[in-house]
Antibody, heavy 119, light 107 residues
């Protein structure tokens, strides 16, 4: 069965960096596009970044130039490198698998990892 | 960028009521719209994709409709286990914007 397990969250100072990971199993990771989506405690969902199977990527304007999505298909792992973190980046970060197709929806979500940016 | 606007932001209804949530895109997105359900303390789950296709395993009391800019999610007979926040999301192109969510409670 599909599993997505995020890790690497924690507390970081404003201006600091953090890399979170998502270990995928139960499907052919190298064939699927993936998202990072975040949710501020008690608030809604915000799309953060997207990466195709081949590494082509997009980032939300709110994180462009600070966050970088990447993947290692040999390790079945998705990453989000977060630099110059701000208090407003505090959120639960979910990795999400897309369906198989050109324009695709999320068909499976990980459990999330909490990132707290605070002094 | 295309904005996604959901209404209402919250609603309270009785068990057995018909509930309708709307999602409006600021520009046409064809039928590239998904609905997700997030129960309290849980991870979001896919309910509907392609605006009206029910994900496998989702109860038939859920339905979706619409195309272009206006979409609806309907629960034909609200059940206690449907208490959740519901989100729409466009997926035709970047950015993959979510609506702000609709919180559904039991009266």
């Amino acid at each position: 069965q599909v599993q997505l397990v995020e890790s690497g969250g924690g507390v970081v100072l404003p201006g600091g960096s953090l890399r979170i990971s998502c270990a995928a199993s139960g499907f052919t990771f190298s064939s699927y596009a993936m998202h990072w989506v975040r949710q501020t405690p008690g608030k809604g969902l915000e799309w953060v970044a997207f990466v195709r199977y081949n590494g082509d990527n997009y980032h939300a304007d709110s994180v462009k130039g600070r966050f970088i999505i990447s993947r290692d298909n040999s390790k079945n792992t998705l990453y989000l490198q977060m630099n110059n973190l701000r208090p407003e980046d505090t959120a639960v970060y979910f990795c999400a698998k897309l369906c198989n197709g050109g324009s695709c929806y999320i068909d499976f979500w990980g459990q999330g990892t909490l990132v707290t940016v605070s002094s | 960028d295309i904005q996604m606007t959901q209404s209402p932001s919250s609603l309270s209804a009785s068990v057995g009521d018909r509930v309708t949530i709307t999602c409006r895109a600021s520009q046409g997105i064809s039928n590239s719209l998904a609905w997700y359900q997030q129960k309290p303390g849980k991870v979001p789950e896919l309910l509907i994709y392609a605006a009206s296709t029910l994900q496998s395993g989702v109860p038939s009391r859920f339905s979706g409709s619409g195309s272009g800019t206006d979409f609806t999610l309907t629960i034909s007979s609200l059940q206690p286990e449907d208490v959740a926040t519901y989100y729409c999301q466009k997926y035709n192109s970047a950015p993959w914007t979510f609506g702000q969510g609709t919180k559904v409670e039991i009266k």
